[in-house]
């Protein structure tokens, strides 16, 4: 592989984990912070992407992005609704949400499992021009995902620090104390899952741009991929404030993105690539633990020869 194919591997592993991050930074605030582990994360992606692509092709490249944004608030708000109203499990009612807009994604796309944006105007093609003559005229499309995902991490750093980011956070924490202090969980568990589900309706919909095509699969594995992003941020950057575990999600996602783009490099059949995710996944979660047992799998065979001798 020569240097220019490594640059381009790595460029295009940049800009995808950049995408993902937003993903990732909508558990650092559903699954860390508010303790909700949202399992419709797959179909909002998805319905973030469709969403996006039916307002682009319509004409609109740039409302696509609240549009998809609002779409995901929505899908939000229904899983919350289901497990704060309701009485349904919050690992149940993402599962629910999740299989019911499998359907509602394919009638977003018109009955169609395909969407193709080639000859559309799109978020990146219109801001094209903008970059042109300028030294990053090359990579532009990184940078305007470089920009948005940095947006939307100082907007989440200064959300949690307000009094409504503070009581999510303490809902997550110990519901019954925020119950107890006058605070409604229910809001907060509701304002929580919105604004996380935009989030990750925002990714799918960059993404559905920045690939030029959108179909009723690109969700799929967002959650699992998201979770390990997010462990493997927590393992580089540790347990700092608000800032820094939202960067260190973002790193989880871009380092994700390389460890899979080299996987591909094997020249692995395409149903192994599943299994390469999950590979990787599996590191990423027992990796910390490992680590833990290390120093008492030592101590045990010193023991083992002490005893032998």
Known sequence: MDMSSIISLLQTSLELGLVSSLTVLALF???TMLNVCDL???????????????VALSGHPFLSIPAAMAAG????????????????????????????????????????????LNKTETIFTMLKSAFAGTAFA??????IVLIAV?????????????????????????????????????????????VANAFTALSGCMLGQLQKSVNIDIGTGMVTMALASLLIGRAFMGKGPVSVRAVGAVVGAIIFRIVYAIALRFNMPAFMLKLVSSV??????????????????????????????
């Not at 009612?93 to 969407?115: D, E, P």
């Open 150 to 194: 940095a947006v939307v991490v100082v907007f989440l750093t200064l959300f949690l620090g307000t009094r409504l980011g503070l009581a999510i956070r303490a809902t997550g924490n110990n519901p019954d104390m925020v119950r107890s202090s006058s605070i409604n969980p229910v809001f907060t568990t509701l304002v929580g899952l919105c």
């Open 73 to 116: 608030m929505l899908s939000g708000l229904i899983t919350g609704v289901l497990q704060t109203k309701m009485g349904i499990d919050s690992l149940l009612s993402g599962i629910i949400v999740n299989t019911a807009l499998y359907s509602i994604n394919i009638a977003v796309m018109g009955n169609s499992s395909l969407l193709n």
């Open 29 to 31: 605030l559903s699954y």
């Open 280 to 309: 990787i996944v599996i590191i990423a979660i027992s990796g910390p633990y490992i680590k833990t047992q290390i120093p008492v799998i030592k101590r045990r065979m010193s023991a083992g020869k002490g005893r032998v001798e």
């Open 138 to 143: 090359a990579s532009y499309k990184t940078v």
């Open 40 to 54: 419709s994360t797959d179909g909002c992606f998805t319905l973030g992407a469709a969403v996006g692509a039916v």
